[in-house]
């Protein structure tokens, strides 16, 4: 069968960062496996790895997937992967203010360990939550995006809602 093009040299290191709770591991999980168990995961404790391929416009695009510690006392061992990464997937949790307000410092972070040209992915995680649960507006989420240049979507890691569509963003910007 006719294969599409693939650049088997390039493995794109991308990260999951945010806080602790956001969802990182569900995230990855669910697009996975399409699993999703609330409330199952023990909290990440460094990190773990998976590789993906996507295919986006014909082009097979080769994704190494690492899942970071949200947990404060991890980020001095996290900070060691920003700097070779190609691309960063920074999530917040809709029901959790404090996860969004944190966001600015993430980015202050990135912007002192990762590369310049690295590829950002805002995503505000858990829209499956009912509207007295939410504490971050959607319009909110897609000014930040803006004021940083970088695209931002809603995601459920529960529903699955845009979770294909996070990396496929990721992987469009790459290849
Ligand atoms: P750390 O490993 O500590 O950094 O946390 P994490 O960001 O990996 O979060 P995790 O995936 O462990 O999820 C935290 C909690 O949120 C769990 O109870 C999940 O079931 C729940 N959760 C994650 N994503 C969603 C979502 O999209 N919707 C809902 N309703 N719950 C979610």
């Known amino acids: 069968a006719h294969q599409p093009p693939f650049d088997d040299t390039i493995n794109h290191k991308t990260i999951l960062l945010g806080d602790s709770g956001v969802g990182k591991t569900s995230f990855l999980v669910k697009y996975n496996t399409g699993e999703f168990r609330l409330g199952s995961f023990s909290a990440t404790v460094g990190i773990a790895l998976t590789n993906k391929v996507v295919v986006v416009d014909g082009t097979r695009v080769k994704l190494q997937i690492w899942d970071t510690a949200g947990q404060e006392r991890f980020r001095s061992v996290t ?97």
């Open 79 to 175: 900070h060691a992967y920003y700097r070779d990464a190609h691309a960063l997937l920074l999530l917040y949790d809709v029901t959790n203010k404090t996860t969004f307000d944190n966001i600015r410092a993430w980015l202050g972070e990135i912007r002192e360990y990762a590369q310049e040209d690295v590829v950002i992915v805002l995503i505000g995680n858990k829209a499956d939550c009912s509207s007295s649960e939410r504490q971050v507006k959607r319009e909110d989420g897609e000014r930040l995006g803006r004021e940083h240049n970088v695209p931002f979507m809603e995601t459920s890691a529960k529903t699955g809602l845009n979770v294909e569509l996070a990396f496929t963003a990721v992987a469009r910007q790459l290849k």
